[in-house]
């Protein structure tokens, strides 16, 4: 069925479940955008509730839930150093403000929970090579359900190119959780893009990690990551500009 939860445009950059709702998250248009809550009936698809973002940020970038509470992703700014700044809500059923979090410098593109904490997975910037040039480093932070960080975990490239994650999820037959990106160059002169490859990072709860590189050069690279999906029986499919590889 065709949804137009409001008379503005509206535009969906997340969804997720939410007892037993599902939740759109985006930005809606009114002359200026705004950031825009869906809540869906889930057997009937119908909107529930509407909730609009003025002063909370740009956009609601993603969401996702633990239990009776909502959270959700919020992005200002663009993804440069000084610019971003990412806030995350926890909303209660009636999407009233329960607490928040803001965290400065970092661009996030992904959230996932895997019911004891929240992932966010995006971008920050360091000088690794002290050369007085700012480089991306891609990075998941780890957040309580009071939205407390308790670790930050940093991906770096070996050959000092930048790193961004574009994707968080939980494999729900494992529980462990993956995380996916790409590897990439960019010449300030001529503003190119070089992508190098794609890499996909294996959390479990014994807090070991395995990592799988897929470059450039490889048969099974794709293009440029942008995401990640599982199936039931826990197999990965990697989703790329130009295909998906298991």
């Given at each position: 069925r065709h949804l137009d939860p409001t008379s503005a445009l509206d535009v969906v950059l997340g969804i997720c479940t939410f007892r037993d709702r599902r939740v759109l998250v985006g930005l809606s248009?009114?002359?200026?955008?705004?950031?825009?809550?869906?809540?869906?009936?889930?057997?009937?698809?119908d909107v529930v509730q509407t909730r609009d973002g003025y002063g909370w940020g740009d956009r609601f970038r993603r969401c996702t839930s633990i239990g009776d509470t909502l959270y959700v992703l919020v992005m200002?700014?663009?993804?440069?150093?000084?610019?971003a700044l990412s806030r995350v809500f926890a909303l209660d059923g009636d999407l009233n403000v329960v607490r928040a979090s803001d965290v400065y410098d970092r661009y996030y593109n992904a959230m996932a929970t895997d019911g004891q904490f929240i992932y966010l997975g995006g971008v920050w910037w360091s000088d690794l090579d002290f050369d007085g040039r700012l480089d991306w480093v891609g990075v998941v932070d780890v957040l309580t359900p009071e939205l407390w960080i308790v670790a930050s975990i940093p991906i770096y490239s070996s050959r000092r190119n930048?790193?961004?994650?574009?994707?968080?999820?939980?494999?729900?037959?494992?529980?462990?959780?993956?995380?996916?990106?790409?590897?990439?160059?960019?010449?300030?002169?001529?503003?190119?893009?070089?992508?190098h490859g794609n890499f996909v990072l294996v959390l479990d709860r014994t807090g070991d990690a395995r990592t799988v590189v897929i470059r450039e050069s490889d048969e099974y690279y794709v293009g440029p990551a942008y995401g990640l999906a599982f199936d039931n029986d826990g197999s990965a499919y990697l989703l790329g500009r130009e295909g998906v590889v298991k």
């Open positions: 248009f009114w002359g200026d955008a705004a950031p825009l809550i869906v809540m869906l009936d889930r057997e009937t698809g200002s700014g663009n993804p440069v150093p000084g610019s930048n790193v961004t994650v574009v994707d968080v999820k939980v494999n729900p037959a494992t529980r462990g959780v993956w995380v996916a990106g790409t590897v990439f160059s960019y010449d300030e002169s001529s503003e190119d893009v070089k992508y």
